[in-house]
């Protein structure tokens, strides 16, 4: 059995069981925590953070983890709305007035926060991501595929522009900025959007799903209502230096499962984690307020969205291309996370949801 490292709750076994399970079935490296009441009663990891070099996945080891960074940029956006300094209900042209042109003056703040804006396809190429200027400005030009609000399209990486150019306006900082005085500074969470190079010795490359490489693309299955025609992403993107260092508030984030964990209990437990107060009662209860339901026309599946997460039954949450996952679970104030280096292909990934009942198991013993 896979050896794995680090500490947990007896009652949540199962939890490190099942990561040494899917170490023992291929997985390169992972790191998985669960945490009750804002403290880790499972903080566990194991494999490699590097094959090539042998080198294991350690406790500070770091790794992308594409759109569970959409929680991050989501939580930023709800603590502004908590704070009275942003209006959920607002036009976004009220905070970006550019944004108005190409008939998206009813474009609100909600729509772009629950993949309803109409917007989800990056056009442009990749290295204009890297570039927020230009890309915030291609977005501003672009016109909605849909009339907004109407119906929801999977904002893949456009939503963190979306988002994020709004919280500039507000804010004047960066959604990195925000992030890094306002919440991960203040919990201690090594989680990262636009990361800085004396990083990078910690970072564990996205590996591809067997029998792939470097040029796997990014895909979703599509509905035929709304044709993609974004711009094609690959494995090679997220692992350039380009990648890490640019603010991709949609995808680029790196941290680990515990640093995830951490931030997102604030959501699961009031607002308030660790003796920080990061939004109050009702500010985090907002997350989980419906937008949208019904068939995802990106997707082409029924989804389920409140104000930057999905929705699933009584928790929320999102995941990220390649396997990585946080679930929110309030009435039992629990979180789960998990990060990995090891992609797999889309629809054979269940490695998120058995590490999520494996933690619901823990839980019936508390």
């Not at 490296?29 to 566990?44: C, K, T």
């Not at 969205?305 to 999102?318: D, E, K, P, R, S």
Request: aromatic share 8%; net charge negative.
């Amino acid at each position: 059995m896979a050896d794995i490292q680090g500490s947990y709750d007896e009652l949540f076994s199962a939890v490190p069981t099942t990561l040494a399970a899917l170490l023992d079935a291929g997985d390169v490296g992972a790191s998985v925590a669960v945490f009750v009441d804002g403290e880790p009663v499972v903080d566990v990891w194991g494999g490699l953070a590097d094959v090539e070099r042998g080198e294991p996945w350690e406790r500070d080891t770091l790794t992308n983890v594409f759109s569970t960074t959409k929680t991050m940029t989501a939580l930023c956006a709800l603590i502004l709305a908590d704070r009275g300094e942003l209006d959920l209900d607002a036009p976004v042209a009220r905070y970006w007035p550019e944004f108005a042109a190409a008939g998206k003056e009813k474009v609100l703040v909600r729509h772009v926060l629950s993949h309803t804006a109409g917007l989800p396809h990056w056009e442009g190429p990749v290295e204009e991501l890297y570039d927020w200027p230009a890309a915030t400005a291609r977005l501003a030009a672009q016109a909605p595929l849909w009339e907004p609000g109407t119906a929801a399209g999977y904002h893949s990486l456009t939503q963190g522009f979306l988002v994020g150019e709004v919280l500039c306006r507000i804010t004047g900082r960066t959604v990195g900025e925000f992030l890094a005085q306002e919440v991960t500074g203040p919990l201690g969470a090594d989680f990262h959007i636009g990361l800085a190079a004396e990083h990078d010795h910690r970072v564990a490359r996205t590996v591809p799903p067997p029998g792939r490489d470097e040029e796997y693309t990014a895909s979703a299955p599509g509905a035929e209502s709304t044709p993609s025609t974004g711009t094609a992403f690959h494995v090679r993107d997220g692992n350039s230096v380009a990648w890490r260092r640019a603010q991709i508030p949609a995808a680029s984030g790196f941290g680990n499962a515990r640093s995830i964990a951490l931030v997102q209990s604030a959501l699961a437990c009031g607002g308030t984690v660790r003796g920080v107060r990061l939004l109050s009662a009702a500010g985090a209860e907002r997350a989980r307020e419906e937008q949208f339901s019904g068939e995802d026309r990106v997707i082409g599946m029924a989804q389920r969205y409140g104000l930057g997460f999905g929705l699933f039954g009584t928790t929320f949450g999102w995941g990220g291309w390649g396997g990585s996952l946080v679930m929110i679970e309030p009435d039992a104030r629990m979180v789960v996370a998990y990060a990995t280096n090891q992609m797999r292909e889309p629809g054979q990934d269940t490695r998120g949801l058995d590490l999520v009942m494996s933690a619901y198991d823990g839980l019936q013993g508390l």
